[in-house]
């Protein structure tokens, strides 16, 4: 009789071991995949799809592994979206990710003074989006048709923020999401011209980044346009050259005679929109320049980023002078 005991309990301890064994072979972690894997969980999909989908991407060893996991917890809410799997992970983690949400999300950080140009840059290295495909959508002003019916593209009103973005996110989305930052934004500046302030503002960002200097480039840039004097701002020359894809990395003389509207060194009064994306500061001094009778403004090399400011030609030409000298 003992050794029947003895035996019956070898036996059991087998039994055992072999169903812990099973079990870690189905249950335990697993990673099927070799890069970083994206599941993408549509509204209203069943539970069996999400098994499906999730075995063929090699986040679940079977279907059935992960409809076991999902009986024992009937009433949880399996949420739509798209998840990201990097790591061997049980098929209780998995279910868990998606029941609590835990959706993925990619930073996307949009710069002051970046131009349609540059945001097409920035979301073909996020990945997901191409190039074309944003540009084709910010050429489109419907979605800020509202604000500013004038508006020759999206120029000027994709707000420069950071976004929470997925690899599904489209280019029309991301435009929508932009300018509806800027909408929100102009609701709390508002009280004058969207068109006219957004397009100064532009020419201010892109001339200097430094915030007390911002109100000082607007000054000059309105005292010129209340004479009748063309603004020659460089940033609007290298925006025309590059809408006709001809930007060299300078400017050139050729830039300079270009009869393109944009190009202020050819035509008085401000371009025809926006040349880049200002943030809240750059509209905040198109919105309120300072007071002065500045005309003219050169680049300090002795104090990078910042400006020197003139009221004469005479003053203006000396300072030029002065600062050339000082970098020979």
Known sequence: MPDLVKRLALLLLILLAAAAAIGYRWFGTYRG??????????????SRDIAAELTRQGVVRAEWIFLVVRALHPRAT????????????TPWQVFEKIRRGQIFYQDFTVPEGSNIFDIASLVASAGGMHADDFLREAADPAAI????????????????????????????????????????????????DVHRT??????????????????????????????N???????STVYAALLENRYRGT?????????????????????????????????TAAL???????????ARPDTPGSHHFSATLAEHEKAVATFRSKNH
């Open 288 to 298: 309120h320049p300072a007071a002065t009778d500045y005309l003219y403004f050169v």
């Open 145 to 192: 048709r509202d604000l500013d019916p004038v508006a020759p593209s999206l120029e000027g009103y994709l707000f420069p923020s950071t976004y929470r973005i997925t690899h599904h996110t489209t280019a029309k989305q991301l435009c929508r999401m932009m300018t509806a930052e800027f909408h929100k934004h102009w609701r709390v500046l508002a009280g004058a």
């Open 33 to 46: 995949f070799r890069e970083p894997m994206f599941v993408e969980i549509s509204r209203g999909t069943s």
């Open 78 to 89: 399996l949420q739509a979206g798209e998840y990201r799997f990097a790591e061997s992970e």
């Open 198 to 227: 957004t397009t100064l503002a532009s020419l201010v960002e892109k001339e200097t980044g430094l915030a007390g200097e911002r109100p000082l480039v607007a000054s000059v840039f309105e005292n010129r346009l209340a004479r």
């Open 251 to 283: 400017i050139y003389k050729s830039d300079l005679a270009s009869r393109n509207l944009y190009n202020t060194y050819a035509h008085a009064g401000l371009p025809p929109g926006p040349i880049a994306n200002p943030g809240v500061a750059a509209l």
């Open 229 to 235: 004097m063309p603004l020659q701002c460089d940033p």
